[in-house]
């Protein structure tokens, strides 16, 4: 494979900031693909939005582990649900797993029944990644999608040499890498990016920081993920929006090269 470069625009549908954040962005060509988000207060802005430019390459985004974020499953999440990064320690528990997988089935039943076309799936904190639920969560989507031919976000974890990156989410999240989805990679007979860019630098990444490591990637499927229209709070002011704009003359789309991103 020649050298394919993505950039992923993650929470779609969660609040208004983001919904825009993601349409401008699209239209000023600085983001390739966006994960949208089911059940929230924009999901429907968002397939509308997708529908009418299919242009932008769309998929599901995930998640199990945030109060800002309604179930489609259930009313509300259990009182002690645990949030954030603590559901991929707490994934090995019965209960934890049969609310979770009950929460993705009706994801990606709800995402079905949009009716668009499935490019990809990742999810909040990574949680599809954990060995001990991605087998689970494999078969639910091959129920769901048996003919599913994009990708999963699994690809090995890469931190930017030049970034100054918060110490415990790096080592997290490498952690996370190196001992949960590389075991599950062995057997998963899909498509799946090859690296993952942005875990060091969630919300707050820098444009030139990432120029300058695309400059050195070789041949591969290279994703590199944002959250426009927010930052660690819902509430923040985005510092990826700005990072992205800045890129679309760094990094045109004619040279990321998405539109030979096709599916095997």
């Given amino acids: ?55 932008l390459r769309v998929g599901l985004h995930l998640f199990a582990s945030d109060r800002d974020c309604a179930p489609c499953s259930r009313p509300a999440w259990p009182r002690l649900w645990p949030e954030d990064i603590l559901i991929n320690t707490t994934l090995f528990l019965p209960h934890i797993q049969e609310i979770a997988l009950a929460e993705v089935n009706a994801q990606l039943q709800a995402y079905k029944e949009t009716g668009l076309p499935l490019h990809f799936i990742n999810s909040h904190y990574h949680f599809h990644a954990n060995h001990q639920f991605l087998e689970l969560f494999a078969e639910q989507l091959e129920h769901q999608f048996p003919d599913f031919k994009g990708w999963l976000r699994l690809g090995e974890t890469r931190l930017f040499p030049f970034a100054a990156p918060d ?7 490498w952690l996370v890498d190196l001992m949960e989805s590389r075991i599950f990679k062995q057997n998963w007979s899909g498509w799946h990016n090859d690296t993952l860019w942005g875990l060091d630098s969630t919300f707050e990444n820098d444009a030139s920081t990432i120029a300058a490591a695309i400059a050195k990637l070789g041949s591969g499927f290279h994703e590199f993920f944002f959250h426009p229209g927010r930052g660690r709070k819902l509430t923040d002011s985005s510092t990826d929006q700005t990072a992205l704009l800045e890129l679309v003359d760094l990094v045109p789309q004619i040279q990321r090269r998405v539109s030979a991103l096709v599916f095997p």
């Fill in 1 to 55: 494979m020649s050298r394919i470069i993505v950039f992923n625009a993650d929470d779609w549908g969660l609040s208004e900031p983001i919904h825009e954040a993601i349409t401008q962005l699209h239209e000023k060509n600085a983001i390739d693909a966006a994960g949208i988000m089911m059940g929230q207060r924009y999901t429907q802005q968002a397939v509308n939005y997708a529908r009418a430019n299919p242009s």
């Fill in 167 to 173: 110490p415990v989410i790096a080592t997290r999240d």
